[in-house]
């Protein structure tokens, strides 16, 4: 995540060798997918999504994530089985976290390898979680 008017950094995810995830739940995932304003970089939503889904893991999907994912990859070509590689995709590994708010308003998980894991091996300061938390948060 780049820091507007700054050029430092916060990891959200690192995703192969040595991975410290997720860094996004659902709702924060759906909102940066959404994400309108200055367009920049990757801008369609459902393309957004599908590069986001490797940070992802959230225990509590909602009923529509797997219809969600589906129109996404039929969106980018996925075609007549896009519903079978959706629930491939989001089948939920005993890894994934559940999400709360700390006591000072972030949104932090119980994922053990997270950095947004304030009790984590690499957690992010009390101040980056927040940071995070509000830099994602649905608008």
Not at 1 to 21: I, T, Y
Not at 72 to 101: D, F, I, K, N
Not at 109 to 114: E, L, N, T, V
Request: hydrophobic share 40%; net charge neutral.
């Amino acid at each position: 995540m780049s820091r507007p008017g700054q050029n430092s950094k916060l990891d959200l995810a690192s995703v192969g060798g040595h991975e410290f995830r997720p860094g996004m739940s659902w709702p924060e995932l759906v909102a940066a997918a959404n994400l309108s304003g200055d367009p920049h970089g990757i801008v369609e939503p459902h393309a957004r999504l599908l590069l986001l889904l490797p940070a992802f893991g959230d225990a509590d999907l909602p009923a529509d994530a797997n219809g969600m994912v589906a129109a996404a990859l039929r969106s980018c070509g996925a075609g007549v089985g896009a519903g079978e590689l959706a629930a491939y995709m989001l089948r939920q590994p005993e890894r994934w976290p559940r999400w709360r708010s700390d006591v000072n308003g972030a949104l932090v998980c119980d994922g053990r390898h997270s950095r947004r894991n304030p009790a984590g091996p690499a957690a992010h300061s009390p101040a980056d979680l927040l940071e995070i938390s509000t830099a994602l948060a649905a608008r």
